[in-house]
């Protein structure tokens, strides 16, 4: 399973990005994966930051990012979204998207998210 972002870059703090990834591979149900967002900072373990699930598409986030980023998906093109508004220099890391199907998890290489004045 390939996972690719795109969408990360150099953006002034209170700016907004949207990351997206797509997924590819033979016999991949893209639809029956929980679709996650995680960063990594320089110098910190990597986080979460968003969930969406495969059944009904319900959402969470982590504390640091609600009501300011959200995640959502296309079953049909096989991409997650993140919208990030309001961004702090915080939120400054690499961002990977990650599916999700029980034991199985695959990882995509990341994208770069810089905010800073």
């Known amino acids: 399973v390939q996972l690719v972002e795109s969408g990360g870059g150099l953006v002034q703090p209170g700016g907004s990005l949207r990351l997206s990834c797509a997924a590819a591979a033979s016999g991949f149900t893209f639809s029956s994966y929980a679709m996650s967002w995680y960063r990594q900072a320089p110098g910190k373990e990597r986080e979460f930051v968003a969930v969406i699930t495969s059944a009904d598409g319900s959402t969470a986030y982590a504390a640091s990012v609600k009501g300011r980023f959200t995640i959502s998906r296309d079953n049909d093109k096989n991409i997650v979204y993140l919208q990030m508004n309001s961004l702090k220099p915080e939120d400054t890391a690499v961002y990977y998207c990650?599916?999700?199907?029980?034991?199985?998890?695959?990882w995509g290489r990341g994208t770069q998210v810089t905010v800073s004045s």
């Open positions: 990650n599916a999700r199907l029980v034991s199985l998890s695959y």
